[in-house]
């Protein structure tokens, strides 16, 4: 793994025009990350450090403090990260990670969080202390880490990442698991799904936002220089013949996804399963506009502005 430190040219908490994420202020900790997911749309940004490597900001800590003694009122929660992960496997940015969270929790401002890594004991302890004021989900779409090794190489291993989502409920914290991106014909037989929301709801997990995958073109090369099997990558893709570019919400980029019946059909199979386990399925409507409008809790503002005494629209302040 690469790691460099690097300097930030503008704040350190800054907008994001999804829609879940609107009502936040966001912090990427690094620009690339290490867990390497083949899917990932960070691989087509013009700043993109390359595989297996990652740029981490020097001084995020003291920058946010800076930001924040400025602002007239504080955001209920800061969300980690839309282009990173705060719980990669790298010393730096993990120290880094723990600094921020701790500045922000000490003032009472809450943390929300997607991962696909294991959270650290030292996080654990940092957050049981206010767990009212976290909220995370954890990525994971299949126990298959054979496969899991080819699609998300560096992420942590299903185990542990079940581990993280039972220790996270067990101290109170709000956590949802995200199945996201689904791919289909890979990842969603009905007996992979019915095992992995069987483990899930078995660390005390209620909730589930899942969502399939869809291509840009940079996606596509990636899966085409990673993916040795060209049977596994001729079940990748042949669902998407005949698939059409739709928009991301919120954002002004598009991408290729499956064919709306297609995907309605699928997410209805999966949240059937989902339910036999005691889950409720969230659709993501960022990247199902055509399907619902309904929200992934990406974030979960509810339980953050119930522990500040705020009602939620008053989070647009920040
Ligand atoms: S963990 Fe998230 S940010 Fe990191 S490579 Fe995977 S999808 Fe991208």
Known sequence: MKVEWGD????????SSLRCL???PTVNLTTGCVHDCIYCYIRGYSQYPGQSAVRVYRNTAQLIARELDRKRNKPLAVYFSPSSDAFMPVKEVLDEAYQVMKLLLDRRIGIQFVTKGKVPEMFLELFAKQPELVAGQVGLCTLDDALNDVIEPNA???SDRLDTLWQLVRIGVTTSLRADPLIHGVTDHDDDLDRLFARVSACGIRHVSASYLFLRPAIVGSFKRNIADPDLLNRIFEPFEQARRSAICGSSSSALSLP??????????VQHIAKQHGLTLNICGCKNEDLTSSKCHLTNLT????A????VDQATLW
């Open 156 to 158: 942590a291993l299903a």
């Open 308 to 311: 500040a005494k705020r009602p």
């Open 260 to 269: 709306a019946k297609v995907r309605e059909t699928q997410l209805e199979r």
């Open 303 to 306: 339980v953050t502005a119930k």
């Open 22 to 24: 609107s009502y936040l």
């Open 8 to 15: 930030r040219k503008s704040k350190a908490l800054t907008p």
